[in-house]
């Protein structure tokens, strides 16, 4: 006999979480791309939501820690992605070009889907990059490089050191590719 996993069903308070946290994020892309990053306000976010100011504090402090849940949801977005193109890769060569083809592909479409009306020279607040989901796109490159280095497809170097290096050149092109438009 087979056994099956139990889950206990979710219940309404859990589900009105997810619906709040998710109002409050899918209002601040909106106000994020209309208004930028720089012009906007909590109370902006709160008034596109019908969400109460208290129940906004409830899961965010402020405007910052809403772009960082921002870029935590894309970074876990993200992170099957990087593993097709892992799955894909051939040698480390393929595997550092579908990567870095993969992530300016998912830039492009971010900022088609909410930052599109953004003020091309607006500063965009430095992110947090020790957020889980952050963390978790930063091991699954340090991983695959380690991979493809055992496998005998790279030459033996720190996987640590080349894989903040390789993220640091993608976010840097990627910014610099989106001041273009």
Request: charged residues 35%.
């Amino acid at each position: 006999m087979s056994q099956v996993a139990y889950l206990p069903p979710v219940g309404k308070r859990e589900r009105t979480k997810v619906a709040n946290r998710q109002a409050i994020l899918d209002a601040a892309r909106e106000v994020f791309g209309e208004l930028g990053y720089e012009a906007a306000t909590v109370r902006d976010i709160i008034r596109r939501t019908d969400l109460a100011s208290g129940t906004f504090y409830n899961y965010y402090r402020s405007k910052e820690e809403v772009f960082e849940a921002l870029a935590d949801d894309g970074a876990r977005r993200f992170r099957p992605k990087l593993r097709e193109q892992f799955e894909a890769a051939t040698d480390f060569a393929s595997y550092l070009r579908g990567a870095m083809q993969a992530y300016f592909q998912f830039l492009a479409d971010e900022h088609e889907t909410w930052q599109a009306r953004r003020p091309i020279n607006e500063r965009v607040p430095h992110m947090r990059v020790d957020t889980p989901e952050m963390e978790r796109v930063f091991e699954e490159v340090r991983d695959s490089f380690a991979i493809i280095m055992e496998r005998g497809d790279a030459p033996r170097v720190d996987a640590d050191y080349l894989a903040v290096s390789a993220i640091a050149v993608a976010r840097e092109v990627g910014g610099r590719m989106l001041q273009r438009r």
